[in-house]
């Protein structure tokens, strides 16, 4: 499968507790997206990464999140001393210079 | 600032009939525009887009989208539906010019084809 990747595909934690996901992209694409999507509303923009300069942030993303693209390959996403309000859909999606962005089957983070 | 309107939760259609799925959007500059779909615990796939050329782009599975600039719409069409076509699907824009690639969703359409 030369689609985009995440792991894991569900997590569940406690809260407080610090979580990591990974996602590997499509190994031609040089840009690689993080998005975050709640029930009933569409994916938000969380980060933006060319190669491994990181780009731009939402607002969205506080400072208990960070993120990595190590190398321009996969990327991390991390998220510290969660919580309850972090619960949702982790997506990453990827492209190349021709604008449509391929998503990963994400991951469903739930904060006890 | 860019963002999307989805003005319908829901579309019910019979099998056979045609759909339409409305997506309003905005942006300062000239837009590109995206239409995904969802199915059930998976990851979105990419449909059709509109950058540039005629108004009237084809995609996967059937599906076409008509960019309206005067209206500032990109209504996703298919004239026939399947009960497979049963699923949510989301608009997406963003600014042409702008050196950020982040699309805006809308917040997505639940599609149900009735056999």
């Known amino acids: 499968d030369t689609g985009v990747s995440q792991d894991p595909r569900h997590k569940i934690t406690k809260r407080g507790q610090n979580v990591t996901f990974r996602c590997d992209p499509i190994?031609?694409?040089?840009?690689l997206y993080w998005y975050r999507q709640t029930l009933g509303q569409g994916p938000e923009f969380l980060t933006y990464f060319q190669n491994e300069a990181q780009l731009e942030k939402s607002r969205l993303l506080s400072d208990r999140f960070s993120a990595e693209r190590p190398k321009g390959s996969f990327s991390t996403l991390e998220i510290q001393r969660t919580e309850q309000g972090d619960s949702a859909m982790y997506l990453c999606?990827?492209?190349?210079?021709?604008?449509?962005?391929?998503f990963g089957p994400g991951t469903r983070l739930t904060v006890l | 600032a860019q963002s999307v309107a989805q003005p319908e939760d829901q579309v019910n259609v019979a099998e056979g009939n045609p759909l339409t799925v409305k997506c309003t959007y905005s942006v300062s500059g000239n837009p590109y525009l995206f239409w995904y779909v969802q199915y059930p615990n998976r990851g979105l796939q990419f449909l059709l887009k509109?950058?540039?050329?005629?108004?009237l782009v084809k995609g996967s599975y059937g599906f076409e989208a008509e960019f309206n600039k005067s209206q500032t719409s990109f209504h996703l069409k298919k004239p026939s539906a399947l009960v497979s076509d049963s699923a949510l699907y989301f608009c997406?824009?963003?600014?042409?010019?702008?050196?950020?690639?982040?699309?805006?969703f809308g917040k997505g359409t639940l599609l149900t084809v009735n056999p």
């Open positions: 999606a990827s492209s190349s210079d021709r604008n449509e962005q391929f």
């Open positions: 997406a824009v963003r600014d042409a010019g702008g050196s950020n690639y982040k699309l805006t």
């Open positions: 190994s031609e694409h040089n840009r």
């Open positions: 509109y950058i540039t050329g005629d108004n």
